[in-house]
Structure formats: C-alpha cells, structure tokens
C-alpha cells in the first residue's frame, strides 16, 4: 500500500494498541511532513495543574480578555517549550502557516496575541511536541499505528478535549468502539 509522501495540514489519530502509552487517545496536528522527517502538535491531552493564566504570568503578558485555559500536551519532546497552535487569520514572528489550514507559532508574540483583537480567532497553547525522523512516521503509518484524518480545524477544536479522538474518527466514518486493539495474524 503505498502511502500520500506528505501528510502535512492532516490529523493523526492514534489506533488502539499503538504500543506507546505516552500516545494513547492521541490527536496530533501534523505541521510538517517531508522527507526530513515529521512535526506535529498534540491537541487531545490537556495536561493537568497548566494553565494558560500561569503561563502567560511567567512572561509578564497580561491576562485581561484571554480565557484561562488548559495547556495541552503536544507531544513527548521539549516539553518545555510552548507553542501556539491556531487559526491561519493570524501571523506573527516565525508563524508557520499550514497547508492554508491552521498555523504554528513558537513566539512570545503570539501569547501576546490571544484574546486580543487582530489576533488568532482560535487557538490553542500546547507544551512540547512529536517529532520523527526521516521516514519513522511513514513506517509507523505502514505499521497501522495511525490513521489519517482530514477533519478542519475549527470543527475539531470546537469540540471538547475528551471527544477530539473520537470526532476525528467519526470524521472519516469509523465508528472507534469497533477498532481491535490489536491487528489478526495469518
């Protein structure tokens, strides 16, 4: 089965018995895929005790108008390091513009930016990120680790946290109560 080479402005999800707890339930939206590998932000896992308040007060932004919510857990590396996933009507200092579906922004100006007027109509702020190396996605997708769906943006963030993994599934017409945790042998 030969696989689409670059996946970028699409939604992993994973399949039941990935194998990798830290990836259960997930829901990455991939901003880059090419033949040096993958990037993607986890959007499903808020992580707990993180808000977006706290951190916005760490670098001095003001709160006023800017919703206190969760942070979300965009993947295993840099865990650290935040980044703005949002809505393509905004750019800022390095934003990355995905396939005319979404962005990517690592700035302080793009904190900044939320809740205010000319900035992202919807967002979201997630520590970390997933990362591949150069052809790992491409197995693990030949592995039936993932399933690829190409939900929008705005229809997936509308939903709650706990029902992304399952409205992206629904999206692509699986019905997820019926995935097999694991795949038969011959």
Same mark, same amino acid.
């Given at each position: 089965?030969?696989?689409?080479?670059?996946?970028?402005?699409?939604?992993?999800?994973?399949?039941?018995?990935?194998?990798?707890?830290?990836?259960?339930?997930?829901?990455?939206?991939?901003?880059?895929?090419?033949?040096?590998?993958?990037?993607?932000?986890?959007?499903?896992?808020?992580?707990?005790?993180?808000?977006?308040?706290?951190?916005?007060?760490?670098?001095?932004?003001?709160?006023?108008?800017?919703?206190?919510?969760?942070?979300?857990?965009?993947?295993?590396?840099?865990?650290?390091?935040?980044?703005?996933?949002?809505?393509?009507?905004?750019?800022?200092? /390095?934003?990355?513009?995905?396939?005319? +579906?979404? %962005?990517?922004?690592?700035?302080?100006? *793009?904190? !900044? &930016?939320? #809740?205010?007027?000319?900035?992202?109509?919807?967002?979201?702020?997630?520590?970390?990120?997933?990362?591949?190396?150069?052809?790992?996605?491409?197995?693990?997708?030949?592995?039936?680790?993932?399933?690829?769906?190409?939900? /929008?943006?705005?229809?997936?963030?509308? +939903?709650? %946290?706990?029902?992304?993994?399952?409205? *992206?599934? !629904? &999206?692509? #017409?699986?019905?997820?109560?019926?995935?097999?945790?694991?795949?038969?042998?011959?």
């Amino acid at each position: 089965m030969d696989l689409p080479r670059f996946l970028t402005g699409q939604f992993l999800l994973a399949l039941p018995g990935i194998g990798d707890p830290r990836f259960e339930h997930s829901v990455i939206a991939l901003c880059s895929h090419d033949e040096e590998g993958a990037l993607g932000i986890g959007i499903g896992h808020p992580l707990p005790d993180a808000s977006l308040h706290g951190m916005l007060e760490q670098f001095e932004i003001d709160t006023k108008g800017v919703p206190d919510v969760p942070l979300y857990s965009g993947g295993p590396v840099e865990p650290q390091r935040g980044f703005v996933l949002h809505s393509d009507d905004w750019g800022g200092q /390095g934003t990355i513009h995905v396939a005319g +579906r979404w %962005a990517l922004s690592a700035s302080l100006d *793009a904190l !900044r &930016a939320l #809740g205010k007027p000319g900035g992202p109509s919807r967002w979201l702020v997630a520590l970390g990120y997933a990362g591949w190396g150069p052809g790992q996605l491409d197995e693990e997708l030949h592995r039936h680790g993932w399933h690829i769906s190409d939900i /929008g943006f705005d229809a997936l963030l509308e +939903r709650p %946290a706990h029902a992304r993994w399952e409205t *992206a599934f !629904r &999206a692509t #017409g699986i019905d997820p109560r019926l995935l097999a945790p694991e795949s038969g042998h011959a």
